[in-house]
């Protein structure tokens, strides 16, 4: 038995407990407890290695992110790991306290710059001598998955949208070596490239789920909340927060019924997209 474990005995009084202080606790408690360095210089020396390991391990390179993080998804995490760093910050000056919170939000920033430069990474190919048929394939089999990813779940505002359509025009510009101050329309670019639309793509992913989780059995939890309205309650002033279903409600209020015929659905799924794609053109 060590000199920390038989010290640990006499003041704890059961050794199960010693296991369970962290390290930093045990260094502070030795000192406080007796002038001795032989008896805290080894518990130091345990945390000034994992204080060692624990910069190596940070020091590491991360990953490259995968498809599945979307920019959509990860500019949400990021807004709302923001608004609790505010709000810590608001509610007290104790760094140790929302210091953490800070890091994993420089992390998800990161994490969306490598996102944002994937196109980027394919610089050579897509700006390069290819075929435009190569770099249509590779646009469509790379880039809009990752621009796509988790359409399904979205709530997007008009202005969301826009924004999903300006991205995918900068990425035919620059495939095409083309100016904004060409002024080039964005139909002549779309017949020139022929990749898939995002926003077509985005409702039709939305439509596919909808349909889903309609032909769910009714007491599967994703089809007990997409059918729940709170019948109690307020909701506060401003206007109404966007919810998933409203695309659906305002191209058909019986959409929901009409799920159970798969080839109905097919054919409205198509006028969704279309209808989806003529709004945000």
């Known amino acids: 038995m060590t000199l920390f474990e038989r010290w640990a005995v006499n003041e704890i009084g059961t050794p199960q407990k010693i296991h369970n202080i962290p390290p930093g606790d045990k260094v502070r408690q030795l000192k406080a407890s007796t002038k001795d360095k032989a008896v805290w210089a080894p518990e130091v020396n345990k945390l000034l290695e994992l204080k060692k390991q624990l910069a190596a391990a940070q020091a590491q390179p991360q990953a490259p992110p995968t498809s599945g993080d979307s920019v959509a998804s990860l500019e949400k995490a990021i807004a709302e790991q923001g608004d609790k760093v505010r709000k810590l910050k608001a509610s007290t000056k104790d760094k140790t306290v929302w210091a953490p ?114 032909r769910m059995h009714p007491k599967r939890w994703a089809q007990v909340t997409t059918q729940w309205a709170p019948l109690d309650g307020q909701r506060r002033r401003g206007r109404p927060i966007r919810r998933w279903r409203d695309d659906l409600d305002a191209f058909r209020n019986d959409w929901q019924n009409l799920a159970a015929d798969r080839g109905s659905w097919k054919s409205e799924g198509e006028a969704f997209a279309q209808q989806w794609d003529i709004e945000n053109g």
């Not at 399904?152 to 969301?160: A, D, F, M, N, P």
Request: positive net charge; proline residues 2%.
């Open 101 to 214: 919170e800070v890091n994993v939000l420089l992390d998800l920033k990161k994490k969306l710059a490598a996102l944002q430069t994937n196109f980027w990474s394919i610089k050579k190919l897509l700006k390069g001598n290819l075929p435009l048929s190569l770099k249509r394939k590779l646009v469509d089999s790379s880039i809009l998955p990752i621009l796509t990813y988790g359409a399904q779940t979205w709530s997007l505002t008009e202005i969301q949208k826009s924004k999903l359509k300006v991205c995918q025009r900068a990425m035919e510009r620059s495939i095409l070596s083309v100016k904004r101050t060409d002024r080039i329309r964005n139909t002549t670019l779309r017949s020139k490239t022929c990749i898939a639309d995002v926003g077509r793509e985005t409702a039709r992913l939305k439509w596919d789920w909808a349909g889903h989780i309609c």
